[in-house]
């Protein structure tokens, strides 16, 4: 009775997890094209050569520090929400979390290695990637769904809901 009344809850935060992996997916190729095409390429190789005479401890602190100053950047989103500045609030909001997720999966990225060599760490890691892995698993059935409604009749929706998403279709094909 329990699980049934929690299987949302644990769906909503799937949805969460997937969301954030997604993001650190379609981030790291952007950032690693922003790495390219500045001159982020020295910066990177620079940093690999220092991490590697680091320790793994020494080397989880790089991984940690560069995210905090993007801290106090969440806190103004939130004063802006409180301060009922909507527009300004959400922008601030993204935009420290695109770019707190570009920058951890750029450092990441340079410490992972020497990270994983840490035995706590590596099994964070991993317990972190089988998470993913049922995220996924949680969420694909109702993704399925929601494409085979889309697709399908329309079976459950109303009338009114199915003409509104024919429109929609119709006018993003005309579109092209």
Do not use: C, N
């Amino acid at each position: 009775m329990l699980r049934r009344l929690l299987q949302p809850v644990w769906v909503l935060l799937a949805i969460i997890f997937l969301i954030e992996a997604w993001l650190w997916d379609h981030l790291e190729p952007i950032v690693a094209r922003v790495v390219a095409a500045v001159p982020l390429a020295r910066f990177k190789a620079w940093l690999t050569e220092r991490v590697d005479a680091l320790s793994p401890a020494m080397t989880l602190i790089v991984f940690a520090v560069p995210i905090i100053p993007l801290f106090p950047l969440k806190l103004v989103g939130l004063w802006l929400l409180t301060h009922e500045y909507w527009m300004s609030a959400v922008f601030t909001i993204l935009f420290a979390k695109l770019l707190g997720v570009g920058v951890t999966a750029f450092i990441f990225d340079v410490t992972r290695d020497k990270l994983l060599e840490m035995g706590w760490f590596e099994r964070l890691y991993e317990f972190i990637l089988k998470i993913r892995a049922k995220a996924t698993a949680l969420v694909e059935p109702i993704k399925l769904r929601i494409k085979e409604i889309l697709r399908g009749s329309g079976e459950g929706w109303s009338a009114r809901t199915l003409r509104l998403i024919q429109r929609f279709r119709k006018s993003v094909r005309e579109a092209r």
